[in-house]
Nanobody
């Protein structure tokens, strides 16, 4: 499974940004993670391809929305009301098992990451 993430950039606090992740084949679900400098990679959100069940980290609930386009094998991460603490490299990953998980160990395939910088 190959994943290609894109859409990152430099934005100001309060702005919006949409990330995309195109996959070569669908597994059970797809997750977004992020990693800031000097910090561990952390879970952001995930979605199942079938049924579109979603799961969000508390830190992004109400600001970020994950959705998928099955015909395009693409999952999107719509980010709104961005804060400086959202600055990180964002990675998409395909699930290893038939479950939505916050753990990086439960994701078998990873994209290359896209940088999001929120700064005034």
């Amino acid at each position: 499974v190959q994943l290609q993430a894109s859409g990152g950039g430099l934005v100001q606090p309060g702005d919006s940004l949409r990330l995309s992740c195109v996959v070569s084949e669908r597994t059970y679900g797809l997750g977004w993670f992020r990693q800031a400098p000097g910090k561990e990679r952390e879970f952001v959100t995930a979605i199942t391809w079938s049924g579109g069940v979603t799961y969000y980290a508390d830190s992004v609930k109400g600001r970020f929305t994950i959705f998928r386009d099955i015909a395009k094998n693409t999952v999107y991460l719509q980010m709104s009301s961005l804060k400086p603490e959202d600055t990180a490299v964002y990675y998409c990953a395909a699930s290893r098992y038939r479950t939505l998980s916050q753990s990086t160990y439960d994701y078998a395939y990873w994209g290359q990451g896209t940088q999001v910088t929120v700064s005034s």
